[in-house]
C-alpha cells in the first residue's frame, strides 16, 4: 500500500521494514498486494468474514510456519501439527511467527492453568529442591509432586483428587416418588427404566408405594444388587393381572433381565461409547474429596514438604493473587516465611483453609505436626530465592492480565478461549524472544473493558522487545492504540477480501468504503435503551455455585437483560449455569450440559447448584441456551442441515419430473445417505492424502470433483440448479435463488438479517467461528413462530464480532423481545449493554472478591454505582450515545 508512515513514531519507517505480500488468495481474499510494517503494533479490522483473518493467520502465520518447517528434520514433521501452504504468490521480510489463538487445543482433565503456563513444573522443582523436609526423610525428585505420574500420584485416587460412590441418596434424589414415578433417577429413561419397572412387578414388589415406605431391605435389593435374575415381563399389565399371569405361568411379552441401580450407573459409566451417557450417570455418582489425601492428590511423602509453609497441594489450591503474596518475601530474600508453620507461609494456610472451609473444600492437612529439618544451609536459602524470584514474575504477568483469581490446578476445560489466549500471552511475555511476529486472534474476547489496559500494556511489551505485533481484532480502544491498521473488507465473503486502508488509524476516517471508520471515529453511537417496563420477576435465592455464596438476584420477564462483571467474578455461574439449572428442573427437564473435554478419565465432577427459584417462574414456557458451541464436530454438519432449511431443498428436488422418474426421493438428494452420495468420497468431496513428512493435503474428489453426489443425483435439476451447486450457494445468493419457497427463503432471510449472507449453505461446521455458530443457533430460533414466554439466555453473544455485527445482532434481539419474549445476555461490550432495559452488575472482583449482584436497575442508574467495575465504562459509552443523538438531531433540524 502506498501509505508508509506512522504517527506519532519516534522510529524511522525506512528502519523498521515491512513484511511485504503479493497476490494472496487465501480463502476470499482477491489477489491482496498488502505491506505490513515490523516491529510494531498492527491491528487487522474488518466485519466479520472479511478476510482480515485469513490474511494474518492463513497467509502471514501459515507462510511463515511453513518456512519454519522447513528447516525441520523430516521425521520431525510428522510429530508436527502442519496448516498446509497459503495460496500467495510471494511474501519477503518475514519473520519467525508465533500465533496466539482462540482455539482451545487438546485439553482433557488432568490439563490444568499450571501445566499450560509451565508454572507446574517450575513450581515442583521449588519443593524438590528448597522444600522443607522431614528429618530423615530423603530428598524427592520433582516428578515425585506431579499428580500425574506414578511416582506422585495418590494410589487411593489415582491421583484425581476424589473418589466417588453412589448413595441411596444419589439414585433416589425424591424418596416421596413410587418407583413407577421414577423415584429412581439413576436408572435409564424410556423404555429400558419401563423394562426394569416391570420386573420389579413380576418379582412381586410393590412398585405403587412411596419409596420411603418400602422395607429397607428391599429398597437395598433394589439399588445395590449384584443378582442379575431373568423374569418374565407382561406388557401392559397391571400388578394384580401380572401376579395372575404368573401364577397361570401364561407366556410372557418378552424375557426380561434385572440390574441394580448401582450397577448400572457403574456399568454405563465403564462401558459407553456416549459422553453424554456418560454425563447423565455421572450425576448419580456422588464425588467427596480423597481420605487419603483429602483432594490434595499426592501421596503422603510429598505432601510431608513444605515451602513458605504450606505444602504442594494447598499451594496449587490458592489463588495467583494469594501466591504472589506468599512468595514475594522469599524473592527479596526474607526467609521466615519459609520457616515450617511460620510467618506469611501460617498466615497464608489459614486464610485459604478458611476460605475454602466456607465453600465445602477439604482443609486437612497431611502431617501437620511432623519436626522439620535444621535452619536452611545456604545452597537451599539461593535454590528458594531464585525459584521464587522465577515464580513470582511469572505471577506477575498473569496477574497483570487479569488472571489473578486463578488457581494453578484449576482445569483447562472450565477455562474460557479468552482465559486461555492471555494464559498463553503471559508464556510469551515470559520467554523474551526477540524479532518475531506474534499474531493473536482477538485477544481482548472475553475481557471487561477494566481489564483491558493490562492487555494493551502486554502487547505494547512483546513489541517494546524488538517482535512484530500482528491483532486480529475487533476492540476499537485497541485500533485507537495501533500504530497500524490493515482494514479489510468492506464486507464480508464474496464482498469482502479487499484491503481498503493500510497506514495509520487516522488515515481511516477518510476511507467511505470502511465499515470499522464510522465506528473508530464514533459516528454511529450506539442506539438507546428502549427501557421497557418488566412483565414479572424471576429471583434466585441463596444460589450457591462456585464463588456464588449464597447469592440473590432478581432477572425481569419481557425484557432485554445485561449481565456485567469482570472476567471471573460469577456471572457466568450466576446467570449461563444456575438460572437454566434451576429453571429447567422447573420445567421438569435434566440439564441437557455437555461433558467437559477429557471427562472420560474419572466421573465428570458436575458443580450442584444449590439454592432456589421463585418469582413468576410459571411465566416461562420454554428455556433456549445460545452459546458459541459448534453446531456440529464434522464437515458432514453445515448451516443448512443445522437450520433444517436442507430439508425443504431435497423435498424440491424430489419433486421435479426428472426426479420423479427416476424415482429418486428426498434422501437421495443427501449426501450422507449411500444411494446419493459419491462412492469415492463417501459424500465427503475430497479425499486425504497423506505425505508422511509433509502436511495431509485434502485434495478434491477425483470422481466427484468436489460435488460430493455421484453423476446419476448431479443429473437432476431445479430451476437450472443442481443439489451440489445449491450447496456451493452463499447464503445472499440463494435468498434470491429462492425467492418464491417460503419454507427456504424465511431461514435465508433471517440469516442474512443476522450478519451471514456471505456463508455458504454447504460450508461445514468445523470452519464456522464460535461467534458464526452462536448466531446460527440464534437464527434458528429466531425462524420459528414467536408466541411469547420463552427464556433466550446468551453467553457473551457479541465475542467476535464486528460492531456493526452487534447493531445487526442486538436488532435481532430486540425483535425476539418485542414478541413477548425474555433475553438475558452476558456481555462486555457496552455498547450492547447500553440498549438493554435492565443492566445487572456482577462483581466487584473476580474469584473470592467476587460472587456479589453489586448494582441492577436501568442503565444509567448501574452506570452511577461508585464500586462497580462497570460503571464508568458504562458512563461513558452512556454519553457518548447521547452526544451522537444531538448531533443527528442537529443535522436533521
Known sequence: MPNHSFDGSSQPTTTRGFVEVRGAREHNLKEVDVDIPRNALVVFSGVSGSGKSSLAFGTVYAEAQRR?????????????????????????????AVALQQQRGATNARSSVGSVTTLSSLV??????????????????????????????????????????????????????????RAIAAWPPAWHGQNLRDILVTLGYDVDRPWKDLPKKDRDWILFTEETPTAPVYAGLSPTETRAAVKRKLEPSYMGTFTGARRYVLHTFANTQSALMRKRVSRFMEGKPCPACHGKRL???????TFAGVDIGEFMHMSLDQLATLLEPIAHGDFRAHAAGSGAGRDATRRDRTERAASGRATHSIAPDVRRTSALSEEKRLAAQRLAIGVVGRLHQLRGLGLGYLTLDRATPTLSAGELQRLRLATQLSSMLFGVVYVLDEPSAGLHPSDSQALYDALDTLRDAGNSVFVVEHDLELM?????????GPDAGERGGRVLYSGAPAGLREVGESRTARYLFDEMPAPASRRREPSGWLELQGIHRHNLRGVDARVPLGVLTAVTGISGSGKSSLMAQALPELLLLHLGHEPEDEPAEGASEGPT???????????DVDAVQRLVQVDQKPIGRTPRSNLATYTGLFDHVRKLFAATPDARRRRFDAGRFSF???KGRCETCEGEGFVSVELLFMPSVYASCPTCHGARYNEATLKVRWNGRHIAEVLAMTVDDACDF????????????????????????????????????QRIKLATELQRSQRGRNLYVLDEPTTGLHASDVDRLMVQLQRLVDAGNTVVMIEHDMRAVAQADWVIDVGPGAGDAGGRVVADGVPSQVATVSHGRTAGFLARELARGEAGGRDRRRKHG
Not at 140 to 157: I, K, M, R, V, W
Not at 299 to 305: F, G
Not at 741 to 747: L, M, N, W
Open 480 to 488: 485507537r492504540r495501533a500504530q497500524w491498521l490493515v482494514d479489510v
Open 605 to 615: 465432577v458436575v458443580e450442584i447448584t444449590r439454592g432456589h427459584l421463585a418469582g
Open 68 to 96: 519454519y518447517f522447513e528447516s525441520v528434520a523430516p521425521y520431525a514433521r510428522r510429530l508436527i501439527d502442519q496448516v498446509g501452504v497459503p495460496d500467495v504468490d510471494a511474501i519477503s521480510g518475514l519473520p519467525p
Open 672 to 674: 450422507n445417505v449411500p
Open 738 to 773: 429462492f425467492t418464491r419457497e417460503d419454507a427456504v427463503v424465511r431461514p435465508l432471510q433471517v440469516l442474512r438479517e443476522i450478519g451471514l449472507g456471505y456463508l455458504r449453505l454447504g460450508q461445514p461446521a468445523t470452519e464456522l467461528s464460535g461467534g458464526e455458530a
Open 299 to 305: 501421596k503422603p511423602e510429598a505432601l510431608a514438604v
Open 124 to 181: 515442583r522443582m521449588m519443593y524438590s529442591r528448597a522444600g522443607a523436609y522431614p528429618a530423615n526423610q530423603p530428598m524427592l525428585y520433582a516428578e515425585d509432586f506431579s499428580p500425574n505420574t506414578p511416582q506422585g500420584a495418590c494410589t487411593t485416587c489415582h491421583g484425581l483428587g476424589r473418589v466417588y460412590e453412589v448413595t441411596e441418596a444419589s439414585m433416589v434424589p425424591d424418596p416421596s416418588l413410587s418407583i413407577r414415578e
